[in-house]
């Protein structure tokens, strides 16, 4: 299974500098992690992208959504590499992280071979930017799987997880959305 998450750090916000806001998001640990950090900003956003990835697979493998961001610990392992663990479970993610924003891809198996992609769009209508990302999604599986274009779509479950069907039947291709301010990515497996 997999997850991402992007965060546009021009348009991210900074209220994570309000009394309170860290404890509510981060265990004390991330917290320490912040603060001696010399990037505060971008560290901030980049625990809350994993967090964000990790919680995509969770939601898809238990169908259960919740909100209690310090459920989801996170560990930094390198600059690119970290964990996130919920309850019991573990999740494995990689991040890029630039001037501009912090994109990060989670897996539940570290080996799994994740196809993704990163493109900067004009900021937009949420709507205009979730079509826009659906479109280049669907055709870079088009294009990788050699599959006819106007075979694919996309629908979401109740629970709001995104999934491909190829002529009306589900694919067995898992895939991840998601978009921030000006830059948009998809992963898929």
């Known amino acids: 299974m997999i997850g991402n998450d992007i965060v546009d750090l021009k348009y991210s916000s900074s209220s994570w500098t309000r009394p309170r806001f860290l404890d509510k998001v981060f265990t004390p640990k991330e917290q320490a992690l912040i603060f001696s950090s010399e990037h505060q900003h971008q560290t901030v956003w980049l625990l809350w992208s994993m967090k964000e990835a990790a919680y995509k697979i969770h939601v898809r493998q238990f169908g259960e959504r919740f909100f209690n961001p310090t459920r989801l610990v996170c560990d930094l392992i390198s600059k690119e590499k970290g964990l996130v663990r ?21 897996k539940q198996d570290q080996n799994q071979e994740v196809c993704t992609s990163i493109f900067e769009t004009k900021k937009e209508e949420y709507t205009i930017q979730s079509n826009v990302l659906k479109q280049q999604l669907l055709k870079s599986i ?43 990515g998809f992963a898929y497996a």
């Open 86 to 106: 919920i309850d019991d479970n573990c999740y494995f993610t990689e991040s890029t992280v630039t001037e501009d924003y912090v994109y990060t891809v989670a």
């Open 142 to 184: 088009s294009q990788i799987e050699k599959i006819d274009r106007n075979v694919l779509s996309i629908n979401k479950t109740h629970l709001g997880i995104p999934e491909v069907f190829v002529n009306s039947e589900k694919s067995p291709k898992l895939i991840s959305l998601t978009h921030c301010g000006r830059f948009s």
